[in-house]
């Protein structure tokens, strides 16, 4: 997507060879108009997968996916992020391990949202080493609902988390596809 590869070269910034960081237009600040045309993109995309719920995990998905959800005319449901296990038979959890942050947390989902009638689109903001699509995969599949599609903002293809998923068989739609990272150089996949 041209519009979010220009933004990414224009106020992206590589700290090291692995993080890049978007807080001026996805993590911190939003940038409302770049989210609409990014939701109309994943909705265009998905639209013939029969697409009943949009699920992301909080918080950097769930500027993407309410406009996703918003242009398929669907429900959005986010994923928590607690520190803890919590005992309540309505909540399922699974245990995720932080790209950025290095520590885990219990990736969690009340069972009221989802169930075996659904078909997901699951949305993030970045694809890295895929923990956090492959946790949301496994409580989608707890509710035994479809996993019918997974759309991410900005995949580092140099990593191993898209490789992962699509081996797995999953359609994995990202906007941006990075190649490499260095201090200041961002290069994308060429097309
Ligand atoms: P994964 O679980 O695929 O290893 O990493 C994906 C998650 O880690 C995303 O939900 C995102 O929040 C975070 N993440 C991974 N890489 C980056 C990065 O380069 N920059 C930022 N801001 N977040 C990242």
Do not use: C, W
């Amino acid at each position: 997507m041209k519009i979010l590869e220009d933004r990414i070269l224009a106020e992206g910034r590589a700290l090291n060879e692995d993080i890049l960081k978007v807080d001026s237009f996805i993590n911190h600040q939003v940038d409302v108009e770049l989210m609409k045309a990014i939701g109309k993109d994943f909705a265009d995309h998905f639209k013939d997968k029969n697409i009943t719920k949009v699920v992301t995990i909080e918080s950097s998905g769930i500027a993407p996916a309410l406009m996703t959800a918003e242009a398929l005319g669907v429900p959005m449901v986010i994923m928590k992020k607690q520190p803890s296990k919590v005992l309540n038979d309505d909540l399922l959890q699974t245990v995720v391990t932080s790209f950025t942050k290095g520590t885990s947390y219990e990736l969690t989902l009340s069972q009221k949202f989802l169930d075996e009638n659904d078909h997901v689109l699951f949305i993030d903001d970045f694809l890295a080493n895929g923990e956090a699509a492959t946790g949301a995969i496994r409580l989608i599949r707890m509710v035994h609902a479809t996993v019918a599609g997974i759309g991410i903002l900005i995949e580092k293809s140099f990593m191993p988390g898209k490789e992962k998923l699509t081996s797995a068989g999953f359609d994995v739609y990202s906007l941006a596809r990075i190649k490499k990272l260095d201090k200041g150089k961002i290069e994308f996949v060429e097309e």
